[in-house]
């Protein structure tokens, strides 16, 4: 059951540029959102939530955008660095429950 | 405050033979879940625990089942492995009340299953 989902497996920008991630969910019991960042051999790390009475978070160069109407969330990430390179999960957490995308590679190139 | 710590990191398993792999939370940290990460599936929900209760449940078969000690610990035990066993577990911990928080991740145990 794909509760939680990330259409794109990849996406690739430019340094400097803005990095857009996006995620779909199906459960309107979802009030809380996250975006955890993973990098190879290590656990996942968390970045940025979302509470459900919001529709925006912003920590540095990282902003979380929530459309509940759509259930529609989705990462920004400007100004793009080499560093974020990674695969980003976004999840969706209902109480004692935590559903993840199957995650996006970012790719930063230089 | 130490991170959550997975042991063993890498293991080699046959088919048919069961896997035990262990989790320590934060300090204070009740809640600990478990996902398997597999390519193409993201983090796929497995069981959570809070106060040596499984308060949820994923998707998998009953060959997958865990358990939580009095300190929190946990173990994830996996019974006649098969070959689509082989993946990166993950263990997560977080305070676990009704409070939305988010998981502290360990680094995981990557299984693999010959």
């Known amino acids: 059951d794909q509760q939680v989902k990330q259409n794109s497996p990849s996406l690739s920008v430019q340094e400097g540029r803005i990095s857009i991630l996006n995620c779909d969910y199906t459960?309107?019991?979802?009030?809380?959102f996250l975006w955890y960042k993973k990098y190879p051999a290590e656990g996942p790390t968390f970045l940025i939530s979302?509470?459900?009475?919001?529709d925006k978070n912003e920590d540095g160069r990282f902003t979380v955008f929530l459309n509940k109407s759509a259930k529609h969330l989705s990462l920004h990430i400007v100004p793009s660095q080499p560093g974020d390179s990674a695969v980003y999960f976004c999840a969706a957490s209902a109480p004692n429950d935590m559903r993840f995308g199957a995650g996006t590679r970012l790719t930063v190139k230089p | 405050k130490a991170g959550v710590t997975q042991t063993p990191r890498y293991l080699i398993k046959t088919r048919g033979q069961q896997v035990t792999l262990s989790c320590s939370p934060i300090s204070g940290h009740r809640s600990v879940s478990w996902y398997q990460q597999t390519p193409g599936q993201g983090l796929q929900f497995l069981f959570e625990y809070f106060s040596e209760t499984q308060r949820n449940k994923g998707n998998f078969p009953g060959r997958f089942s865990g358990r939580q000690f009095s300190n929190s610990r946990s173990e994830m035990n996996v019974s006649t492995l098969e070959l689509g066993d082989s993946a990166l577990y993950l263990c997560?911990?977080?305070?676990?009340?009704?409070?939305?928080?988010?998981?502290?991740f360990g680094n995981g145990t990557r299984l693999t299953v010959t």
């Open positions: 459960n309107s019991m979802f009030d809380y």
């Open positions: 979302i509470s459900s009475i919001k």
């Open positions: 997560a911990s977080r305070t676990g009340g009704t409070e939305n928080s988010p998981l502290h």
